[in-house]
């Protein structure tokens, strides 16, 4: 099969806290139309990656790519990189430098979304109101901006609408449709996390990053997000970034795997090739290279 072109790169990518590198050097690719998992110990500096891309930390170094339509846009990324620009939009795609840009602008032109490893929704508002708070962006640029827009031009009704059906159809893919008129706030813990995700999908992004989706969920609400995910890789046309502990969720639904210990990249490549990985071993297991064995013997690998 034929290896699916980039659509994130990132390079040299390092995030110091004073003297503490969270992350180190770090490089890897996430491919167009693949579920990518960036796993690693607590600590490992996962989310903080996620908050370098997702323009939440500024990195201290690197270079965080994106790109959108045609894969030869890639050919600009040196130019763009000198021109000290964020990005490049032509008629066949863009190309999107997120290290230069707010998090914002990574949402809405980068077309990046994500979720928090400690939910974050407007509690107090409903489902739906989540849903299309989302959409605020085209919604306002449909009014043109001005409370007569809003209040009376069609095509503010058109792009309401459209928010409407596209809300419903992401409640209804996480289960969510009849809660729709519930305070967030009010969903029991797993109809949270799903509504983050609808959240995040209501604006239409190439790339979606997920931190830890699967933390605190029963085995039934893990299997259905599993299925989620692969809907939105397979049906949406939505890449997915996946941060997860769990393993066999990791193992069942990669198609790649990056795996980070003290902020450095110890391993990269498929679910069985990570498994297999004496690094990934050791760095699951806490003991040092030499003592891989030993503990291997003990656990039965
Ligand atoms: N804003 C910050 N200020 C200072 N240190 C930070 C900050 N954010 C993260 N760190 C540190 O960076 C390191 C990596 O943290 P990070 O949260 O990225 O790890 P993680 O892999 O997501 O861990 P977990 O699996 O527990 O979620 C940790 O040592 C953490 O304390
Ligand atoms: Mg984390």
Redesign the pocket.
Known sequence: MAVAPPLLRVEHLT?R??G?V??GDLGFTARRGEITALI????????????CITGF?KPTEGRIAVVHGEAGLWDELEALTRRGDRHLTLANGGLFLLERMPDHLVSRQAKVARTF?NIRLFSGMTVLENLLVAQHAPLMLASGFSLLGVLGVASYRRAERAAIDKAKHWLALTGLLDRADEPAGALPYGAQRRLEIARAMCTDPVLLCL??PAAGLNPRESAALNELILTIRDRHATSVLL?E?DMSVVMEISDHVVV?DY?VKIADGTPEEVRNDQKVIAAYLGVADDEVEAVEAEVGL
């Open positions: 995030m806290f004073g503490l969270a992350v690693g110990p607590n600590g490992a500096g996962k989310t903080t990656v996620f908050n930390y490893q931190d830890e941060i502990h980070l902020g």
